[in-house]
Nanobody, 124 residues
Framework: QVQLVESGGGLVQAGGSLRLSCAASGRAFTRYAMAWFRQAPGKQREFVSAISRSGSVTLYADSVKGRFTISRDNAKNTVYLQMNSLKPEDTAVYYC?????????????????WGQGTQVTVSS
């Protein structure tokens, strides 16, 4: 089992940057593929980005491709989401998630473990 704690959210102007972190506790962080999802008020939770156990495979939603970068530091049991060129439509609660499959998924139902979320607000 793994516990996930996100940090790094906040208020930023459009065009600005934020870096989210997700610290995992428990053993064997390298067993888990990791992902970021987000949920805006009144909307369904949507996929943002995912990274494989080793970090060799990364996936991005079309809406963030070229602006966001996911990475992981297995020595620190942490996954990151660097968000650049932020837009007001990026405003949401961002969630970190983990799953133990060797396949990197984009659907929330495949993820077994979730953090509590961190708020990102982008002002225009």
């Amino acid at each position: 089992q793994v516990q996930l704690v996100e940090s790094g959210g906040g208020l930023v102007q459009a065009g600005g940057s934020l870096r989210l972190s997700c610290a995992a506790s428990g053993r064997a962080f390298t067993r888990y593929a990791m992902a970021w999802f987000r949920q805006a008020p009144g909307k369904q939770r949507e996929f943002v980005s995912a990274i494989s156990r080793s970090g060799s495979v990364t996936l991005y939603a079309d809406s963030v491709k070229g602006r966001f970068t996911i990475s992981r530091d297995n020595a620190k049991n942490t996954v990151y989401l660097q968000m650049n060129s932020l837009k007001p439509e990026d405003t949401a609660v961002y969630y970190c998630a983990a799953e133990t499959s060797s396949i990197v998924f984009q659907t929330p139902r495949e993820y077994e473990y979730w953090g509590q979320g961190t708020q990102v607000t982008v002002s225009s």
